[in-house]
């Protein structure tokens, strides 16, 4: 994917609300106007990389792209893992994130717990990677010194691509 690292920020919005409790790994959202604007050779599935909630500390994270085959979601969605255990939600704070690799296809499962094994199987894949030379330099990068702290930076609501998407920043 000549995509990647792909740099991404948007408003963290509410999700289908089963990462947190069905799944007991939370995630962060992008809206659709992230979701609908990734480059065409972001293929859906599992990635790695960094990110950051407004200009906090840089964390690791996993991200799914796509439709989540196990629920049969009708709407493609990104959904970030940040490796991290905050206190409490995040609703409205902006994500910055920078993919940094692909880990595997979507696919669905026989059960929740094969899922869950999966997803646990993931983040410790990205945990490895990331920890990589080439990757660890990319925690460091300013896309994430640079990030708007709130919701409010990013303008008006109706959010252009250049607000949302920043590759090449």
């Keep these: 994917m000549k995509s990647l690292p792909f ?14 409790k069905e799944l007991r790994i939370p ?3 992008f809206p659709d106007s992230v979701v609908d604007n990734l480059p065409a050779d972001i293929n859906t599935g599992i990635y790695y990389g ?41 609703y409205g704070e902006i994500l910055s994130v920078v993919l940094v690799g692909y880990i595997r296809p ?22 490895f990677k990331l920890e990589l030379p080439e990757h660890l330099k990319l925690r460091d990068d300013n896309f994430f010194t640079s990030a708007p ?10 959010a252009t691509t250049s607000q949302t998407i920043m590759n090449g920043h």
């Design 7 to 20: 740099f991404c920020r948007g408003e963290v919005i509410r999700g289908f609300g089963r990462g947190s």
């Design 27 to 29: 995630t962060a959202n």
């Design 50 to 90: 960094w990110a950051s909630l407004g200009n906090g500390d840089v964390y690791k994270m996993v991200m799914s792209i796509g439709w989540n085959p196990y629920y049969k979601n009708t709407k493609k969605s990104m959904e970030a893992h940040v490796i991290h255990t905050f206190k409490e939600d995040f």
């Design 106 to 127: 979507e696919r669905s499962y026989d059960s929740l717990e094969a899922l869950i094994t999966a997803i646990n199987n993931d983040i410790e894949e990205a945990k």
């Design 149 to 158: 702290s709130s919701a409010s930076a990013l303008a008006p609501t109706t």
